[in-house]
Structure formats: structure tokens, C-alpha cells
């Protein structure tokens, strides 16, 4: 009987989790810094850059004209040769837990617009590695995102931020693929029998 009960249950244990508010929040986080004297000194930018591979950030810095700020959660680069500016992080831990608690920590820093980058695998038989994909939509099969937002198999981006990359992408003759990804925090657990089925 207990069994059936546990199999009843919904994602998180905590039936709409995503509704409540948390017991310590970001801004708390930063109240605790404050108070500490490590409180930067400097405003990051509103649109920030979210780098899960260094090699792409050091890309970045290479080709712009940037500031490191020693800021609280390790590397941060301000770009200055954009209007506006442009902050970008790396992010070297993998899984969405990882990528969750920088997010939030940046949002109470005042950071509002965001744009991921990354490199991954690919089921598509016809990507070959370098190609570049917009993604359209992800399957949800790690666990963070149902502590912020309802369960749902797909979470989708931004239309408006969507919409903007592709025209740019358009507009500056760029090839790409457009189609979703997959999302899963535990990196060797990504079975042959998902695999074919995705």
C-alpha cells in the first residue's frame, strides 16, 4: 500500500512547491554580504551572457573589449564595446542546479535579460559538431525547473528573445538548425532507450 501511495505522488514531494514562497531568498543572500563588507561595489549589467563552456567565454573576451569584476560567485566580465553593455558568466559546474543558483543570485544583483550558450551532444544524425541550434523548446527531465515552474514535458523560450536571435542569425547569413534540447541533471544517466526514443 505505501508503495502505491509513493507512486501517486507529485514532482517535487511538495504539491505545488512552485507556488510558495522560499525560506531563504537571494535577496537574503545579498543582505548576508552586505552586512560582511563583500558587497561589490559596481552595478553588473541588466543583460548577462550565461557561458556553460569557458572556451566560449574566453572567445568572448578575446574579440571585446571587457573588465573583469572580482565578483562574489568567481569570474565576471562586463563587455564595454556594446549599448548597452553586456555581462557574461561562466558557469563550469553541470546541471541545472548549478546554473539555477548563479541565475538567481544575478537577478538579485539586478540582471534581467539572459542569453545561455553552451556546447552539447546531438541525436540529430544530420548535426555535425560546430553546427550552431536555436533551441525551440527543451525536454524537461532534470529536476530543478518544477521548484520555480509547474511540471510540464517542455519548457520554451522567451518569443520575443527567440524571435530577436533568429533574425539576427538571418539577417548575418549565419547557418543553423532550430530544435530542442534535452535537460538532465545527472550527466551518465542519459539511457540508450531515452536516447532512441528522443
Not at 59 to 86: C, E, Q, S, W
Not at 169 to 183: A, H, I, M, R
Amino acid at each position: 500500500m505505501v508503495l502505491r501511495e509513493q507512486n501517486k505522488m507529485p514532482f517535487p514531494n511538495f504539491k505545488n512547491k512552485h507556488l510558495h514562497d522560499s525560506m531563504i531568498s537571494p535577496s537574503d543572500f545579498i543582505g548576508l554580504k552586505k552586512i560582511s563588507g563583500r558587497y561589490p561595489k559596481f552595478r553588473i549589467p541588466e543583460c548577462v551572457i550565461i557561458c556553460f563552456d569557458p572556451f566560449l567565454m574566453d572567445y568572448a573576451i578575446k574579440k571585446h573589449k571587457t573588465k573583469r569584476l572580482d565578483f562574489i560567485m568567481g569570474k565576471f566580465f562586463v563587455i564595454n564595446d556594446t549599448k548597452p553593455k553586456i555581462g557574461i558568466k561562466s558557469i563550469s559546474a553541470i546541471g541545472a542546479p548549478a546554473a539555477a543558483v548563479v541565475l538567481e543570485d544575478l537577478i538579485a544583483f539586478g540582471a534581467k535579460r539572459f542569453i545561455a550558450i553552451g556546447a552539447a551532444g546531438t541525436l540529430n544524425k544530420h548535426l555535425k559538431v560546430g553546427d550552431l541550434v536555436l533551441c525551440d523548446k527543451a525536454i524537461r527531465d532534470e529536476g530543478t525547473s518544477s521548484h520555480y515552474v509547474k511540471h510540464s514535458k517542455y519548457s520554451y523560450p522567451s518569443k520575443k528573445i527567440f524571435s530577436k536571435i533568429k533574425k539576427l542569425l538571418d539577417e548575418s547569413n549565419q547557418k543553423y538548425f532550430v530544435g530542442p534540447s534535452w535537460t538532465i541533471d545527472a550527466f551518465y544517466r542519459e539511457t540508450i532507450e531515452e536516447a532512441k526514443k528522443y
